[in-house]
């Protein structure tokens, strides 16, 4: 606790007391059924409570009908007491205090579940692919009040100690607050203070129904990073407004809104650094004088939390993907330990769950969402015996940690001269550099546990069977075979690119078949080395294997970088001449002076030792790529779920 002493000190909040400066804001969890709360909430909130958090913001209570847009959210709807009783009851029985959000999506509401339309300032979309919404009259204004109203009351019968109002990301109140998407002629709409006027109707009906009941503060966008919308300036006088008229007990400020790519950056990946946004934030907050300011985006690790406590202008910092990964990380912390934190290296696998609709997991921490049936401290096993798992990649090394954490004997081969599997090349990539954070992590775990860890070792099936171990598991990955193009002759392959040679002067022609990291990665350490870089795909969506939000910032980039991304397009090569035609046009480009040509292909299954340990008799595990080449994610898990059960 020493090394933090800001994060460990107590802080107010309106009257509540948070024991230290670190807390969980409001994110969807995708947990929710039939728009209700369920036992997964109260596991998942109560296990971060448990950890330590100084606070927990619950996720959003959507506030009105036409504002159900996703299958597991939640709904402010007096059936949901029960169920939000029961979520109050187990955060503040492990020491945390508990906050609620609530919010209308406005014009981005799916409504997809209940068929009902988006409601927004205006019938301006939020993309040119989204729906036309409808422009809320004066009884629809007056009806989504009231609504907020509502939603307050029933947190205070909840045992909620505070409640959010959403003004940012885009949510209803920030439509009428940005001139992007607020163009109304009445009351509401045109000069800075009547586009304020609804939200502050809103921010006061809450005030007015709850009094002294809840500690009511404000989330807010600091900047909106769209062309033509709410700037930083706006900001910073929605923030003195605030402080100066309004008695709100906090200010909880993040950036971005929901058009594409400013969402990607509100959950900022480990593209983006540490703490991108720290100096907006800060900018806000320099104009509160009375009201405490919380801050979010990508405080990666608790020196991240330090330091921006350290300027003074700050009550308080999110850490929520951190705690996503390690529900214990201050719990560590405060016991000297924190080099047992399991590192968060913003991968985004979590926010793009919920994208589509599916519940929130982590790539780093397979038990979110399962908290309840696998706990913390995995149960001993029944009949502990020797267990060699085979390959030193992330799947592999997480399959050995849990074996050895249950009471086995566990012994890991590795082929390579370090452990880390694909981590090694995905690491050298262009802003890649905290995957490194995974390896290093699960390493470091291994030697606590005493596991041997051998490099340079390669597996046979004679090798394997005269260890006469009781359990194998393959986690031997997946291979990239470098091909001929025709017209060009050998590619390059991405661990090519990725070897540190300089781009300089060079055009680079990217044949991308794997849609995924590996592609970015390669055309943005190419383009930042100073190469022009056309990547071509057959596919119709860039860099389609890459989460959503994630994916807008990384075209994005690319974009800026100069980087040519062509779709539904394929290349012939002659010469030195690249002839690239899509589909979608009927036209060809040609792209003289081609330097090099990278060739990037789903990778190959490498499984052979299954079928001749098998047949001899011996239990065999096929995990992560091994079985299939995927994601990170996918590999994680199921070498999760092979250590659990072994």
Known sequence: MSAYPRVFSPVDLGGITLRNRVFVSAHTTNFGVDFLPTDRHVAYHAERARGGAGLI???????????????????ADPAALPGLEKITAAVRAEGAAVFTQITHAGRHSENVFRRAAAWGPTTRRWTASGAVPHAMTRRDLTEVRDAYAGAARLAVAAGFQGVEIHFGHGHLLHQFISPASNDRADAYGGSETNRLRYPLEVLDAVLDAVGDQLVVGVRLSAEELVPGGQDLDAGRRIAHLLDST???????????SYTVPSIGHHVADMSEGHTPYLAQTLAVARECTRVPVLAACRFVDLDDAERGLATGLLAAVAMTRAHIADPHLLAKAAAGEPERIRPCVSCNFCIGEIAGHRPITCMMNPTVGREAEWPEHPAAAPDPGRVLVVGAGPAGLE???????????????????????????????????????????????????????????TATADDVLAETPDTVVLATGATHATRDVPG?????????????????????????????????????????????????????????????????????????????????????????????????????????GVTDVVALDPPTAQDALAAPLADAGLAVHVIGDAVAPRTLLEAMAEAHAVGRAL
């Open 488 to 592: 060009w002759g050998p590619a390059l392959a991405a661990a090519d690119v990725l070897a540190g040679r300089s781009w300089t002067g060079r055009t680079v022609l990217v044949l991308d078949d794997d849609g995924g990291w590996t592609s970015a990665s390669v055309a943005e350490t190419v383009a930042r080395g100073g190469g022009a870089v056309h990547l071509v795909a057959a596919a119709g969506t860039p860099l389609w294997g890459v989460t959503e939000y994630s994916r807008m910032t990384a075209v994005e980039r690319l974009r800026d970088l100069g980087v040519q991304l062509w779709t539904s397009a394929r290349a012939e090569l002659a010469a030195g001449t690249a002839r690239i035609a899509s589909t979608l046009v009927d036209t060809t480009t040609i792209v003289p």
């Open 57 to 75: 913001v619950t996720e959003p209570l959507r506030v009105h009908p036409t504002s159900l847009g996703r299958a597991g959210g939640l709904a």
């Open 399 to 457: 399959t050995a940690r849990l074996a050895a954490e249950r009471g086995h004997t566990v012994e890991v081969w590795e082929r390579a001269a370090e452990p880390g599997g694909q981590l090694r090349t995905g690491r050298r990539g262009a802003g890649r550099g905290h995957l490194d954070r995974l390896r290093a992590h699960q390493q470091r775990r291994l030697t606590e546990l005493a596991v041997p860890v051998r490099v340079n070792r």
């Open 246 to 256: 309004r008695p709100i007990g906090f200010l909880n400020v993040s950036l971005a």
